[in-house]
């Protein structure tokens, strides 16, 4: 048996990866945990390629917070952190949308060129065009599959979160989360971060099966597994009878 993190963009998964591999290179190459061997991969490893007996880790996001996030990242073509240049397509979709709000507000339109255009930049933009389900599997996929998850952590608490890894995988308490913005992949934004109602629930239907991921997630977070057909299923619990998951605090990006 072994752990395996699924990096999620733009959910916290540098910084979870990151604080990993600083644990794994302190521990001298070999990080175990009461599961087995841990692992940590970038973006190209999904939850479907996790081996059958192997479990699972990895973080979720409030699609529409994710959104604006990937929006302004690509925008400034990655940096801090990366510097990759705009595709053509990406070139094109910025011409037409400066601010997230422009896209999802353009998103809410009635069917005509100005929502062709959304659609246009929502498949083609980094971040945006591979939603949060491409990792984790589509929510009929991942219900099937929960007995591979072992935690589901959520970019919005994640200090907290990594508190109860180290825990739950015995990693050495004094582990920490990079706290500098370059490290973490965490920036400070100063642009408007609002969207107008229409603009999220035009992004709560196009993000569908995200939301459903999501909330899979969380029933999942607070000790409640949903059972295949139904939105939310009833208890579990971990060995101890406690919750598994819980909520706290985050803002890593």
């Known amino acids: 048996m072994a752990v395996h993190f699924i990096h999620v963009s733009k959910t916290g998964g540098t910084a979870l990866r990151y604080a990993l591999r600083q644990a794994r290179t302190n521990a001298e190459g070999k990080l175990s945990s009461p599961y087995g061997p841990v692992w940590a991969y ?3 490893f999904r939850f479907c390629d996790v081996p059958k007996g192997d479990k699972a880790v990895f973080a979720l996001r409030d699609p529409a917070s994710r959104f604006v996030s990937g929006f302004y990242s690509r925008l400034r073509k990655g940096a801090p952190r990366h510097m990759r240049e705009w595709s053509e397509e990406e070139r094109r979709s910025f011409e037409w949308f400066r601010t997230p709000q422009a896209l999802a507000d353009a998103l809410a339109e009635p069917p005509g060129e100005t929502r062709e255009r959304a659609e246009f930049a ?4 980094g971040h945006l065009r ?9 929510p009929s996929y991942l219900r099937r599959h929960l007995d591979r998850v072992l935690y589901v952590a959520r ?14 995988l015995g990693l050495p308490p004094e582990q920490m989360l990079p706290r500098d913005e370059l490290t973490a992949h965490r920036t400070t ?8 109602e229409a603009g999220k629930r035009a992004l709560r239907a196009w993000y569908a099966d995200d939301y459903e991921v999501l909330e899979i997630g969380e029933a999942v977070r607070n000790g409640r597994v949903p059972s295949p057909g139904s939105r939310l299923g009833r208890l579990a619990l971990s060995a101890r009878g406690t919750p598994l998951f819980k909520v706290g605090r985050l803002e890593h990006s």
Not at 122 to 125: E, M, P, V
Not at 130 to 138: A, D, I, Q
Not at 191 to 196: A, C, K, M, P, Y
């Open 155 to 168: 970019q919005e608490t994640l200090d907290d979160d990594w508190e109860r890894l180290k825990e739950l």
């Open 189 to 196: 934004y100063t642009d408007d971060r609002e969207l107008s």
């Open 130 to 138: 591979r939603p949060m389900s491409f990792w984790t599997g589509t």
């Open 42 to 44: 970038r973006h190209k």
């Open 122 to 125: 929502l498949r083609s933009i």
